[in-house]
T-cell receptor, first 115, second 110 residues
Framework: GAGVSQSPSNKVTEKGKDVELRCDPISGHTALYWYRQSLGQGLEFLIYFQGNSAPDKSGLPSDRFSAERTGGSVSTLTIQRTQQEDSAVYLC?????????????FGPGTRLTVL | GENVEQHPSTLSVQEGDSAVIKCTYSDSASNYFPWYKQELGKGPQLIIDIRSNVGEKKDQRIAVTLNKTAKHFSLHITETQPEDSAVYFCAAAGADGLTFGKGTHLIIQP
């Protein structure tokens, strides 16, 4: 079956531009997560969506970062006025259950490069 | 919140030998411990996981052990093969979600 998909796979942008990253979770998965992975580093939690509940935005590094999830499925992560330090791989994951300790399945990521 | 430490950061083993990666966690309430394998240019893939009600789980050449008293868990890969070369991440899950270790780059020497 289809796994988590993300687009684009690569994005190169200029400093100061806005970017949108898209995530399609596994069908039927109610939870969706965004993470950031800098070169050679672990996974940094950004935001968590669960059903119709208010998202947990506690990991967003600044107000330039925002995310939405429409219809409980597709999610978009938006970064406004990009900075060079935003360069990283942005990973999306989804899980079936409602608990934060459920198994997460990751997409291939979007590699963002800010020039 | 939870803090996960992972060691070593790089591990080089001869093909056919065993590899062990260790992680410690700080939150005694954490009850789920997955391991992910990440190949270059790909997203992390779940390879094995363990919940706090068991001490060991095995799947072919891969096994995970959990010591809740000491708050540490380990990944064991036996009879390593070239395709095992990747970055491996441990994670611990509690009420706040998954917290990941910083990863171990496993290199299999031919």
């Amino acid at each position: 079956g289809a796994g988590v998909s993300q687009s684009p796979s690569n994005k190169v942008t200029e400093k100061g531009k806005d970017v949108e990253l898209r995530c399609d979770p596994i069908s039927g998965h109610t939870a969706l997560y965004w993470y950031r992975q800098s070169l050679g580093q672990g996974l940094e939690f950004l935001i968590y969506f669960q059903g119709n509940s208010a998202p947990d935005k506690s990991g967003l590094p600044s107000d330039r970062f925002s995310a939405e999830r429409t219809g409980g499925s597709v999610s978009t992560l938006t970064i406004q006025r990009t900075q060079q330090e935003d360069s990283a791989v942005y990973l999306c994951a989804s899980s079936l259950g409602s608990g934060r300790a459920d198994t997460q399945y990751f997409g291939p990521g979007t590699r963002l490069t800010v020039l | 919140g939870e803090n996960v430490e992972q060691h070593p950061s790089t591990l080089s083993v001869q093909e056919g030998d065993s590899a062990v990666i260790k992680c410690t966690y700080s939150d005694s309430a954490s009850n789920y411990f997955p391991w992910y394998k990440q190949e270059l240019g790909k997203g992390p893939q779940l390879i094995i996981d363990i919940r706090s009600n068991v001490g060991e789980k095995k799947d072919q050449r891969i096994a995970v052990t959990l010591n809740k008293t000491a708050k540490h868990f380990s990944l064991h890969i036996t009879e390593t093969q070239p395709e095992d070369s990747a970055v491996y991440f441990c994670a611990a899950a509690g009420a706040d979600g998954l917290t990941f270790g910083k990863g171990t780059h496993l290199i299999i020497q031919p």
